[in-house]
């Protein structure tokens, strides 16, 4: 497609299930960041790759999350044992180097 | 420390009226990058400008302007005429030259333009 792709865009998950939130970033960026954006508060930067390389994770808010790239274009960030707090929407972008971040739709996970 | 601070939680305007949206940055280097998105409803973050520190111009685009005051640190968004459309969540970035990947956003402030 011509845009980010996230997928699911919604997704309820019981306390201490895992869930995968898949984005495909728009064809040929070498650069894909994940955000988590809790409700009324602005994104905040999760992790970065270039290529399939996770050049910063520093965001990743516990060892229960973790993303990965393998062949530089789809990612998949992954959530073991949810918590409540771990309700947000969940979003990709992606970019050609150093140029304008393309955002996707978002995937918004509901813990209960 | 990087900060950006969105002091206006919510606006709410009628059709027609001007209305700007405050941005206020914090950050040590001289050397950074300054953005506005918005979020409509349908979520997705949707670019809107990208100012170098170097270039304190104010910038024209249609309806939409943007005033970046160095001295005071800060980078408003003005929307002229304001249209239902305009209607979303407007978020100011920031980018370091240190961490020239890695956008900082404020909050948000959320726009609604009544007919």
């Known amino acids: 497609g011509a845009g980010v792709s996230q997928s699911p865009r919604y997704k309820v998950a019981k306390r201490g299930q895992d869930v995968a939130l898949r984005c495909d970033p728009i064809?040929?960026?070498?650069?894909l960041f994940w955000y988590q954006q809790a409700l009324g508060q602005g994104p905040e930067f999760l992790t970065y790759?270039?290529?399939?390389?996770?050049?910063?994770k520093s965001g990743l808010p516990s060892d229960r999350f973790f993303a990965e790239r393998p062949e530089g274009s789809v990612s998949t960030l992954k959530i073991q044992r949810t918590q409540q707090e771990d309700s947000a929407v969940y979003l990709c972008?992606?970019?050609?180097?150093?140029?304008?971040?393309?955002f996707g739709e978002g995937s918004r996970l509901t813990v209960l | 420390a990087q900060k950006v601070t969105q002091a206006q939680t919510e606006i709410s305007v009628v059709e027609k009226e001007d209305v700007t949206l405050d941005c206020v940055y914090e950050?040590?280097?001289?050397?950074?990058?300054l953005f506005w998105y918005k979020q409509p409803p349908s979520g997705e973050l949707v670019f809107l400008i990208r100012?170098?520190?170097?270039?304190?111009q104010n910038e024209i685009s249609g309806r939409y302007s943007w005033n970046f005051q160095k001295s005071t640190s800060s980078f408003n968004f003005t929307i002229t005429a304001s249209q239902v459309v305009d209607s979303a969540v407007y978020f100011c970035?920031?980018?370091?030259?240190?961490?020239?990947?890695?956008?900082?956003f404020g909050s948000g402030t959320r726009l609604l333009v009544r007919p």
């Open positions: 064809s040929g960026h070498v650069s």
């Open positions: 972008a992606s970019s050609q180097g150093a140029g304008e971040l393309f």
């Open positions: 970035a920031h980018i370091e030259r240190d961490s020239s990947y890695k956008l900082i």
């Open positions: 790759f270039q290529n399939e390389a996770q050049l910063d």
């Open positions: 100012r170098n520190s170097f270039d304190e």
């Open positions: 950050t040590r280097d001289t050397t950074y990058y």
